[in-house]
């Protein structure tokens, strides 16, 4: 039998650190039931790790053309006339 907590993502004592930082608040825990929670949320606390980052959104699309729209200002002699053409 392979044992979990070095198979996969943390390891030993990486595990019990994370064990150990979980309180529970409801005072009828038994045992059991708080060993169950903690590998869930431990197991899932590892596979949030591995899985793929998110790719950041693209920009919206109204956002990327509205820099072509406008041509930056002209400034110096007769920057009027070429400003209409």
Known sequence: MVD???AGGAGA????????????VTRDVSDEEAAA????????LDEAATSAPVADP?????????RALRTPFAVGPGAWR???R
């Open 4 to 6: 979990d907590s070095t």
């Open 13 to 24: 004592d990486e595990a019990d650190a994370r064990a150990d930082a979980i309180r529970f």
């Open 82 to 84: 070429r400003a209409g």
């Open 58 to 66: 693209a920009r919206n699309a109204w956002v990327q053309s509205a």
């Open 37 to 44: 929670v903690t590998a869930v949320l431990l197991a899932t």
